[in-house]
Nanobody
Framework: QVQLVESGGGLVQAGGSLRLSCAAS????????MGWFRQAPGKEREFVAV????????NYADSVKGRFTISRDNAKSTVYLQMNSLKPEDTAVYYC????????????????????WGQGTQVTVSS
């Protein structure tokens, strides 16, 4: 089992920045990649960014490319999401997710490719 705890959400004005953190514990050696997803009211959960645990390769949703940066600190088993130039449409609950090696054959884009999920942290961007 892998446990994930997110932090860092809050209320920010448009154009502002926030940094989300996701601390992993448990069988973290089994983690292949870590991702961030978000879910706005009435909408499906959508992919935001992913980072591989070993090589550090990254991918981003087009909607956040150039504004958000995902990074990791393996020593702390923590993944970060730096969010700059925030827009009201970025308002959502943000979830951290872990993808074990056994799930590596699926696309990182879909929630079903991740086994472990955090409880979520609210990000609200005011206009």
């Amino acid at each position: 089992q892998v446990q994930l705890v997110e932090s860092g959400g809050g209320l920010v004005q448009a154009g502002g920045s926030l940094r989300l953190s996701c601390a992993a514990s448990g069988r973290t050696f089994s983690v292949y990649a870590m991702g961030w997803f978000r879910q706005a009211p009435g909408k499906e959960r959508e992919f935001v960014a992913v980072i591989s645990w070993i090589g550090g390769s990254t991918n981003y949703a087009d909607s956040v490319k150039g504004r958000f940066t995902i990074s990791r600190d393996n020593a702390k088993s923590t993944v970060y999401l730096q969010m700059n130039s925030l827009k009201p449409e970025d308002t959502a609950v943000y979830y951290c997710a872990a993808r074990p090696a056994a799930y590596s054959s699926g696309s990182y884009y879909y929630p079903r490719s991740y086994k472990y999920w955090g409880q979520g942290t609210q990000v609200t961007v005011s206009s």
